[in-house]
């Protein structure tokens, strides 16, 4: 374990804290709070913090290039936009057809050509039977304004992270029964995966997988959900370093600031447990990796 101080960004007392995402325009980290339904941002310029609320659970957010936010949220994906007088527009992009009553989306992202992606699961996590899916959604191409279904069998769609090169998409399911990183093959332009293997088996390390980024070393980090650490990995599959935080339950991690060399993380506040031990469970932090990672991809929305 390489031991890095865990820097304090803010106590936000999230009870999810997902999908931090880096706004290089802004020079701000923008990420949700999945019961709270809210969209939040905090700028490295003078500390200051925003959130606007939505009318549903908000799970993975991407900006898009035309400027607002796209998200995966309980019923579909919708367009956001977040208003200078705290509003919240709120626009349905396309309808999501789950395959269980209670379900929502997950983890997504943008992969390298615009697309976004995202995974669904049941939010009554024990009960899952691998409803989980995972859509595309894209704007332009082939199959302009729909969701897609890529994969199914899933039961907690996780750590959604892309190559450098775009060539590969990583892709992990967090539930206990599973805990597996896989590898696909991904054609950069159907926006399709294939060639399913696994990456890294998770059930031996400490940590379930939980949200991914990757570096711009090709490394692939992943918050060890219940052990309080980000792993790295190295394109082959091998553990190179573990960071550590002072909460037990890191969500997901993204790099940002001006040099793109710190890495975000937020994290759980589990309802109705004793916090004594980690008093700052939900709060979002920043590490010094000593590596640095890429520019967010952005969602296309028009043709290009």
Not at 137 to 150: F, S
Not at 203 to 222: E, S, T, V
Request: aromatic share 8%; with cysteine.
């Amino acid at each position: 374990m390489t031991t890095s101080k865990a820097e304090l960004v803010l106590d936000a007392r999230n009870a999810v804290g997902e999908s931090p995402v880096w706004h290089a325009g802004e020079q701000a980290l923008y990420w949700v709070d999945i019961p709270a339904r809210t969209l939040n941002r905090w700028t490295l310029a003078g500390n200051q913090v925003s959130s606007w609320q939505a009318p549903e659970m908000l799970a993975c957010i991407a900006a898009s290039v035309t400027g607002g936010w796209i998200a995966g949220a309980e019923t579909g994906v919708f367009a956001l936009s977040p208003q200078a007088d705290g509003g919240l527009g709120f626009s349905r992009l396309a309808t999501v057809g789950h395959a269980a009553e209670g379900m929502r989306f997950n983890d997504g992202r943008c992969d390298r050509q615009g697309r976004f992606l995202a995974g669904t699961m049941l939010m009554a996590m024990a009960a899952s039977q691998g409803e989980g899916c995972v859509y595309r959604y894209q704007a332009h191409g082939d199959t302009p304004g729909q969701l897609v279904k890529l994969l199914d069998g899933l039961k907690t769609p996780n750590g959604m992270a892309f190559s450098p090169d775009g060539l590969t998409m990583y892709l992990s399911d967090s539930h206990p029964s599973v805990q597996t990183v896989w590898a696909f093959d991904y054609d950069p332009a159907t926006g399709t995966p294939s060639n399913r293997r696994v990456f890294v088996d998770m059930k031996p390390l400490p940590g379930r997988p939980d949200g991914a980024a990757m570096d711009a070393d090709g490394c692939y980090w992943i918050c060890g959900n219940d052990a309080g650490l980000v792993h790295r990995f190295t394109p082959s599959g091998k553990l190179d370093q573990s960071l550590a935080l002072p909460v037990k339950k890191p969500a997901m991690c993204a790099f940002g600031g001006a040099r793109l060399d710190t890495l975000f993380v937020t994290s759980i506040r589990p309802d109705g447990v004793d916090l004594s031990d980690q008093p700052l469970a939900g709060a979002v932090f920043a590490l010094r990796p000593g590596v640095c990672g890429l520019p967010e991809p952005q969602f296309f929305p028009v043709s290009r």
